[in-house]
């Protein structure tokens, strides 16, 4: 599986947009990108993912670089629950990686009121 | 919504002991999986199964770690003899196939003394 790259802490305000990056630039054809993320020691919440296009759902929205080298996950109205470590991971499901997720350090995001 | 539980919550444990995590994955999932994260590090993939075999499994899963499927309900991680470095969360996670979103359960917090 690729490699990603995330900073490792960010800052956002309550009700504004949070914008996390991620750089996945080994990325190849046959990975998607995931999101999940962690709050405090909670089961990773699984929380969009997409392979070329853009998706969104009623959590965030997924931009994804046309060349696929990096993307951004984006929650439109950060709330203080939002608080929490996000983890982007470029997994080639499917194919001999038979489901498995490999974890980086992740961005923590703090929303401050 | 569907979701992975986990039993117990916690777990305390001497070392030399076996102890048994138990999961009930969401209900129409074929392919189930256990991760753990040390305190402080980052969430480390364990194993992958499907069909009553195991389709792959990291390192850390050596022999004293095995993994079962009792039931059409359950599934169960043991460690036969607990060291103390097997100190972590263990989650369990499991998705329809191997090409849909992995869900993660709540975690159960083991210590070993």
């Known amino acids: 599986d690729a490699k990603t790259t995330q900073p490792p802490s960010m800052d956002c305000a309550e009700g504004r947009a949070a914008n996390l990056p991620c750089n996945h630039s080994?990325?190849?054809?046959?990975?998607?990108v995931y999101w999940y993320r962690q709050i405090h020691s909670q089961g990773p919440q699984y929380i969009i993912h997409?392979?070329?296009n853009n998706e969104t759902n009623e959590m965030a929205s997924l931009i994804i670089t046309e060349d696929r080298k990096s993307s951004t996950l984006i929650l439109p109205h950060a709330t203080l629950r939002d608080t929490a470590v996000y983890y982007c991971?470029?997994?080639?499901?499917?194919?001999?990686?038979?489901?498995?997720?490999?974890f980086g350090q992740g961005t923590i995001l703090t929303v401050h009121p | 919504e569907p979701e992975v539980t986990q039993t117990p919550s916690h777990q305390v444990t001497q070392m030399g002991q076996e102890v048994i995590l138990r999961c009930v994955p969401i209900?129409?999932?074929?392919?189930f999986y256990w991760y753990r994260q040390i305190l402080g590090q980052k969430v480390e993939f364990l194993v992958s199964?499907?069909?009553?075999?195991?389709?792959?499994k990291s390192e850390i899963f050596d022999d004293q770690f095995s993994v079962e499927r009792p039931d059409g309900s359950n599934f169960t991680l043991k460690i036969r003899s607990t060291k103390l470095e097997d100190s972590a969360m263990y989650f369990c996670?499991?998705?329809?196939?191997?090409?849909?979103?992995?869900?993660f359960g709540p975690g159960t917090r083991l210590l070993v003394l």
């Open positions: 080994t990325i190849s054809g046959n990975e998607y």
């Open positions: 199964f499907y069909n009553n075999e195991i389709s792959e």
């Open positions: 991971i470029v997994s080639a499901l499917g194919g001999t990686s038979y489901g498995k997720l490999t």
């Open positions: 996670a499991s998705s329809a196939s191997l090409l849909e979103t992995q869900y």
């Open positions: 997409g392979l070329k």
């Open positions: 209900s129409n999932h074929l392919y």
